[in-house]
Structure formats: C-alpha cells, structure tokens
C-alpha cells in the first residue's frame, strides 16, 4: 500500500512539471523606472534592490525553486500580485496620487514586518529588514512624498 502511494505522488509531482507558469521579466523603458524618476538615494537603491526586486520589478531573479512544480506556482504568483501592485520599473507611469499612495503603504507594509512578504526572506535571509532598513526606507517615503507635493504644486514632474 506504501509502495502504490508513493508511487501515486511520484507519478502526480512529474505530472505537475508539465504545468510551468510563465516566468518573464517584460522590458524595461530605463526612463520610466523609480530610480529615474525618484530621487532614490544609494542606501534606499540598495534595500530595494535586495528585498523588493523580485516581485516589484520587471527585473525578477527566478531562483532554481521557481522551476519546480507546485512551488513554481506560488512564486509566480506572488511575481505576478507583487508587479501589479507596485512596480518600480513602471513607476514613472504611476501619477502623483498613486505614488503617494504607494509611498505611504511601502513604508506602513514594512514596518508592520509585511514585507518582505513570507516566505521570500526564509528562502532570501539577506532580504529581510533591519530596523534601520525599515527607518532608512520610511524617511526615503516622507522625503519622497515631499518632494512630489512640492514638485505637484509648482507644476512640474
């Protein structure tokens, strides 16, 4: 009976390998990315880059597990909800409400301890946030805000 089970969940797993979600990274127009629009300073580049990347840009990483059934799923799954949300590669389309709007939920999610989203910091331990990573992005957020309110009411950008 433990023999025909396991060879039940061995068939079912190969089986699963034939479902692939689709991994893509779209293009990217350089111009229209966070980091040309925004006034992203290195430290914030960094933290960004190390424990956001993957689901809020065009520029994911596919680790070896995206490749494998059924966790292949859920990770493009959370790529694909993460991108839709906020993307930093689409963040020069957004407008000056919807920035500020993602602004204020970046920096509520991370200190909340929201984002990173479980599990990616289990499977990523450099991704996860200190409490001067979460203070170093939540005064980026309020300088930013700023700066967009000014630019907002002088007509430009």
């Known amino acids: ?13 190969v089986a699963a390998q034939l479902v692939r979600p689709e991994r893509v990274n779209p293009p990217v ?16 580049a960094a933290i ?4 956001c990347r993957d689901c809020h840009s065009s520029e994911t990483r596919w680790p070896w597990y995206s490749q494998v059934a059924p966790v292949s799923w ?8 993460g991108r839709k949300d906020m993307s930093f590669s689409k963040w020069g389309e957004y407008d000056v409400p919807k ?5 204020d939920e970046m920096c509520k999610m ?3 301890g929201e984002m990173p989203q479980f599990p990616y910091p289990l499977m ?5 946030l200190s409490a001067a ?5 939540c005064a980026w957020t309020s300088q930013e805000r700023q700066a967009l309110l000014e630019s907002a009411a002088s007509g430009s950008r």
């Open 133 to 137: 990573d979460t203070e170093t992005l």
């Open 48 to 51: 960004l880059d190390r424990s």
């Open 29 to 44: 127009d350089p111009a229209k990315t966070l980091q040309a629009t925004g006034r992203v300073t290195p430290e914030v």
């Open 124 to 128: 990523h331990p450099e991704a996860r």
């Open 74 to 81: 859920l990770v493009a799954r959370d790529v694909n909800v």
């Open 99 to 103: 920035r500020l709007d993602k602004l």
């Open 1 to 13: 009976m433990l023999k025909k089970a396991l060879i039940v969940i061995a068939v079912l797993f």
């Open 110 to 112: 991370v200190r909340e």
